[in-house]
């Protein structure tokens, strides 16, 4: 029996097993990216029905912050995923969104509805504020995601692994697209401090790190347009980027400011 095996195996043409093995990742493939959709669209149901619920959008604490922030990191992905076709940024941006989920699921009572603090009675201008953070987030993350794959290869490229160029060009167009909606998300957040606090800038510590974000990833784009950056010194800076965006999403955990009852309330 296994002589007939080896036989039949002898005479198979070595281009049909690559295309065997080709077929099977182009449906694992699909079939990845649908499960991917079918999670982006329960997200997506579940923060407009939260809506409905609350009267608000998600802006009323880190439980509804963090669902809306792994729900932007999907849309970010399978927008880049169909412009440029590489599967392989979900290796990195899935489970930052995974992540982002189980913080969601671990803060206490996080879920319930409250009512909200004075300073949140702003519905519209909290909802825009709220969702050009979400498109600045999610676009920061797969730059994240090209800056890390780009870094774990030599820079002659890796097999299984995009070429470096590409992951170079996915992460500069991803600040090109994330970079306007961060500058908007700090404009309306100064317009809803003075609505709110009576003052539009105040060193708050969110703020200051939103700032300090927005000048790292200034300096990406001026240093990639103005001086030709490219490669590794450009990969890292976006990765000290996303570090920034991070400690401005978690920051009020920890450094307090007007900001801290977006904690576990």
Same mark, same amino acid.
């Given at each position: 029996?296994?002589?007939? $095996?080896? !036989?039949? #195996? @002898?005479?198979?043409?070595? $281009? %049909?097993?690559?295309?065997? #093995?080709?077929?099977?990742?182009?449906? $694992?493939?699909?079939?990845?990216?649908?499960?991917?959709?079918?999670?982006?669209?329960?997200?997506?149901?579940? =923060?407009?029905?939260?809506?409905? +619920?609350?009267?608000?959008?998600?802006?009323?604490?880190?439980?509804?912050?963090?669902?809306?922030?792994?729900?932007?990191?999907?849309?970010?992905?399978?927008?880049?995923?169909?412009?440029?076709?590489?599967?392989? =940024?979900?290796?990195?941006?899935?489970?930052? +969104?995974?992540?982002?989920? &189980?913080?969601?699921?671990?803060?206490?009572?996080?879920?319930?509805? @409250?009512?909200?603090?004075?300073?949140?009675?702003?519905? =519209?201008?909290?909802?825009?504020?709220?969702?050009?953070?979400?498109?600045?987030?999610?676009?920061?993350?797969?730059?994240?995601?090209?800056?890390?794959?780009?870094?774990?290869?030599? @820079?002659?490229?890796?097999?299984?692994?995009?070429?470096?160029?590409?992951? %170079? @060009?996915?992460?500069?167009?991803?600040?090109?697209?994330?970079?306007?909606?961060?500058?908007?998300?700090?404009?309306?957040? +100064?317009?809803? +401090? %003075?609505?709110?606090?009576?003052?539009?800038?105040?060193? %708050?510590?969110? $703020?200051?790190?939103?700032?300090?974000?927005?000048?790292?990833?200034?300096?990406?784009?001026?240093?990639?347009?103005? !001086?030709?950056? !490219?490669?590794?010194?450009?990969?890292?800076?976006?990765?000290?980027?996303?570090?920034?965006?991070?400690?401005?999403?978690?920051?009020?955990?920890? &450094?307090?400011?007007?900001?801290?009852?977006?904690?576990?309330?």
């Amino acid at each position: 029996m296994y002589a007939a $095996e080896l !036989r039949a #195996f @002898e005479g198979t043409d070595l $281009e %049909d097993v690559a295309e065997f #093995f080709r077929t099977y990742r182009s449906l $694992e493939g699909r079939s990845a990216t649908i499960l991917g959709w079918l999670g982006f669209i329960l997200l997506g149901a579940s =923060l407009v029905f939260r809506t409905i +619920a609350t009267g608000h959008g998600p802006f009323s604490n880190m439980y509804e912050f963090s669902v809306a922030f792994a729900w932007g990191i999907l849309g970010a992905y399978y927008w880049f995923e169909h412009k440029y076709r590489q599967r392989i =940024l979900a290796l990195i941006a899935l489970p930052v +969104a995974l992540a982002l989920l &189980f913080y969601a699921l671990s803060i206490p009572a996080g879920s319930n509805i @409250e009512p909200l603090v004075p300073a949140l009675q702003n519905n =519209l201008l909290l909802s825009v504020h709220v969702a050009t953070a979400i498109v600045a987030y999610g676009s920061f993350t797969i730059a994240f995601a090209t800056a890390l794959l780009y870094l774990v290869q030599p @820079e002659t490229g890796r097999w299984g692994l995009p070429k470096p160029q590409v992951l %170079d @060009e996915i992460g500069y167009r991803a600040i090109v697209v994330g970079f306007p909606f961060l500058t908007l998300t700090i404009v309306l957040g +100064a317009l809803w +401090a %003075d609505v709110a606090w009576g003052r539009y800038w105040g060193w %708050d510590p969110k $703020e200051t790190a939103s700032l300090v974000t927005w000048f790292i990833y200034g300096a990406y784009l001026h240093a990639r347009v103005v !001086r030709g950056w !490219r490669g590794r010194k450009a990969a890292i800076l976006l990765l000290v980027g996303f570090g920034a965006t991070l400690l401005t999403y978690f920051g009020n955990l920890f &450094f307090g400011g007007l900001h801290s009852y977006g904690g576990l309330g």
